[in-house]
């Protein structure tokens, strides 16, 4: 009870130093900000803002070394991009698709033909502000974290142009940092780029970390189930997991679980989830096909603490589910835990509680008592029989 109250007390704390602005998390989303300066694209040139052209198709190019110097390496989900405006657009576009691939080229000197996913289209965008216009991915972009990013925008055809719509640019200008193909009359979309200009536009990319292997129920990881040690932890991390389960009947919020599965050796195992430093462990055990049903949770620590499930009532042979995730809803500093399941000593295992067996009257066993050595140690006894009088037969 004193150790459930501390608990509180510290889950109180933690919440308080949040509310406070004492970051002790933080998001496992991260935005980037690609050039700098204050070079602009041109009132005729290419950007993804300009409006000269009743058509476009542009192609850029953002390199796997200035977003591994950012900060972020890969591979990562890219979620979201934003452009600087720097003069708004007085026309709209009509059919906006951007599209993203992976290249090798490191800048726009040629027409880049790669495999593109389009992230984005809308029938009608308007560049009408100045500052950062953000465009969030219907269909995200996983990036294998190896090649450049290639971005690859169209539209058209619009039903007026104008001498505007900027950007800010790389500043000084990069040499081939965009290309075009610019069409009046006709959609550009799917026509070969055929112009280049030095003008790269400064750009936020925004990535998410790529979800677990044992994201979801149905792809829980088999745990090895020990003796009555510890054979060797497993590393969990809960980067990039999303929530599960609508229902939660445990402890906290479950919006970054994983899922772990073990078959029962023995009717009562012992499930240790360490959680690193931020790291604020909930352990589920859950009987059945996924989801599974509830069959206890256990959060008696905060940060850094060592959560203990004692799971007692198991079929030997059964599967049972495993469930792991922080404890708060933001995402935790250090989003990786250690897991293992050890095997509490039978009732039986020293000589001082040997079981009482039943003996049968007659000739045939029609009363066998079912033994297991689950988690069971040795009781120092000299070895008098089995490999010992192997050993003799050798000799
Ligand atoms: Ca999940
Ligand atoms: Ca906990």
């Not at 497993?234 to 899922?259: E, F, K, R, Y």
């Not at 935790?332 to 003996?359: D, E, G, K, M, Y």
Request: hydrophobic residues 35%.
């Amino acid at each position: 009870m004193k150790e459930k109250l501390q608990t509180g007390l510290m889950k109180w704390l933690v919440l308080f130093l949040i509310i406070s602005g004492i970051s002790v998390s933080i998001k496992a989303q991260t935005t980037i900000t690609l050039g700098t300066g204050t070079g602009q694209s041109g009132a005729y040139d290419p950007s993804p803002a300009n409006v000269y052209y009743e058509s476009r198709h542009l192609q850029f190019v953002y390199t796997k070394s200035e977003i591994n110097t950012a900060g972020v390496t890969g591979p990562k989900i890219l979620t979201a991009i934003q452009f600087n405006v720097s003069e708004a657009a007085t026309k709209s576009h009509s059919n906006y698709k951007i599209r993203i691939g992976h290249t090798t080229a490191t800048n726009a000197s040629s027409h880049i033909s790669a495999t593109t996913t389009e992230v984005y289209s809308a029938s009608t965008v308007s560049f009408s502000t100045t500052g950062w216009k953000t465009f969030t991915f219907t269909t995200p972009f996983t990036w294998n974290g190896t090649d450049n990013i290639l971005v690859d925008i169209c539209w058209g055809v619009n039903t007026d142009y104008a001498s505007t719509g900027q950007v800010y640019v790389y500043t000084p200008d990069v040499t081939d940092g965009i290309r075009t193909k610019n069409t009046v009359t006709t959609n550009a979309c799917s026509e070969v780029t055929d112009t280049k200009a030095n003008k790269k536009p400064q750009a936020k990319l925004t990535f998410n970390p790529i979800a677990p292997a044992n994201d979801a129920c149905a792809d829980a990881q088999l745990l090895t189930v020990y003796g009555s040690s510890c054979g060797g932890s497993t590393l969990g991390d809960i980067a990039g997991a999303t929530q599960s389960l609508s229902t939660n009947p445990c402890a906290g919020t479950a919006n970054d679980d994983v899922w772990y599965k073990f078959v029962a050796l023995a009717t009562s195992h012992t499930i240790t989830v360490v959680g690193s430093s931020g790291f604020d462990a909930v352990v589920e055990l859950r009987s059945g096909a996924c989801m599974g049903t509830n069959m206890l949770c256990v959060d008696e620590t905060a940060s850094n603490g060592t959560e203990i499930l004692n799971a007692t009532g198991l079929t030997v042979g059964s599967t049972y589910l495993v469930r792991v995730y922080h404890y708060w809803s933001s995402v935790p500093t250090n989003t990786t835990f250690t897991i293992c399941i050890t095997t509490p000593a039978p009732a039986n295992n020293t000589c001082a509680t040997a079981q009482t067996l039943s003996v049968n009257s007659g000739t045939s066993c029609a009363n066998p008592t079912t033994g297991n050595i689950a988690g069971a140690t040795s009781s120092g006894v000299t070895m008098t029989c089995g490999e010992f009088l192997m050993l003799q037969a050798l000799l």
